[in-house]
């Protein structure tokens, strides 16, 4: 009896094994996707910086001042569609990229994946296009990006707007935290799991189901929770989201982006929070509940000086959600600074 059991035990852990290790490496992946010059726009382009294949929709002349936009966690130019025409018409150069890896840059290699490392980069794309200094934009993740920029590269930064999203801050021990929110909650695991998705086999497997059953009603489903009023999300503004989906390389991307890989920055400390001196607006959805309003004020109050502006019933877009009232609160902060 105990050799019956034995045989059998043997014959489950050959099939476990052959099933977790072998079977995963014989299952053709199914398509993943077109390339990313598919989706271009007419006013886009793809530039290599540092190595990276990325894509970069500009308006406007060359001599304007440069306003450069930043999306935030899951979006892409395609955030900006109503202030690209808002800020060309009114005399700005107008520039907004997708950060690896997301929207129609590229989705493997060596990204740059945490906060400081996109600033780096943001800075490095500046570099590209011979940007000297330029106001930041930055919505959602973005304006913990430009956060980090204007920390480490004051000299680049003329005025910062912070939507919905600003870099966390040192807190003072023993205060308690201001609150996670939905994305540093719901994206990111423990890291013996994260090995465990490196594992090749694991790897696999992984990839084999997001190409099978990720439906891009599912990402669909979740952005609309990110808006006060979900029909915001018309099959236009779904589609338009979607596309990175459709990418070659969009599994590989999105399993680094679940594994919560750009969430593993220190908080800026007070000090570097409060050395930041350009001028700076602060705009948030009353209704926000991925990013609480909580964040935006923890960092009014340790930065000083700022503009905060809330938008009421409204959620995690405000640049979409009341895209003629953003605009109109964006272009005054703008041409605050060119007043003499």
Do not use: C
């Amino acid at each position: 009896m105990k050799i019956r059991f034995l045989k059998w035990t043997v014959r489950i852990v050959l099939v476990l094994l052959f099933i977790i290790f072998v079977l995963p490496l014989l299952i053709p992946l199914p398509p993943d996707g077109v390339a990313a010059s598919t989706f271009a726009d007419p006013d886009g382009r793809f530039i290599t910086v540092n190595g990276l294949d990325t894509y970069v929709r500009e308006r406007g002349e060359p001599d304007e001042p440069v306003v450069l936009l930043l999306h935030g966690w899951g979006g892409s130019t395609f955030s900006w569609r109503e202030q690209f025409d808002a800020l060309d018409e009114a005399g700005y150069r107008v520039i907004a990229f997708d950060r690896p890896p997301y929207g129609l840059s590229q989705k493997t290699g060596e990204l740059p994946l945490s906060q400081r490392q996109q600033a780096e980069f943001s800075i490095a794309v500046m570099d590209s296009l011979d940007l000297d200094s330029a106001t930041l934009v930055g919505h959602s993740m973005g304006g913990g990006v430009i956060g980090y920029m204007a920390a480490l590269a004051p000299e680049r930064v003329e005025r910062l707007v912070f939507v919905d999203g600003v870099p966390r801050v040192e807190e003072p021990a023993p205060a308690a935290a201001t609150g996670s929110n939905r994305l540093s909650s719901t994206v990111g695991i423990p890291p013996f799991l994260v090995s465990a998705i490196d594992f090749p086999p694991v790897n696999r497997w992984i990839r084999i189901g997001l190409r099978t059953f990720l439906q891009p009603d599912t990402f669909t489903n979740m952005q609309r929770t990110a808006y006060y009023d979900p029909a915001t999300v018309t099959d236009e503004v779904a589609a338009g989201y979607q596309q990175q989906l459709q990418v070659v390389g969009w599994d590989e991307a999105m399993i680094d982006i679940v594994a919560g890989r750009g969430f593993a920055d220190a908080p800026l400390t007070e000090a570097e929070v409060q050395a930041i001196t350009a001028p700076t607006l602060i705009v948030w959805g009353d209704n926000d509940t991925w990013v609480p309003i909580a964040s935006g004020e923890r960092f009014a109050d340790v930065m000083a000086g700022e503009t905060f502006v809330t938008f009421s019933e409204t959620g995690h877009m405000p640049m979409e959600e009341h895209p003629a009232r953003f605009n109109e609160e964006l272009l005054r902060f703008l041409a605050a600074g060119t007043e003499s």
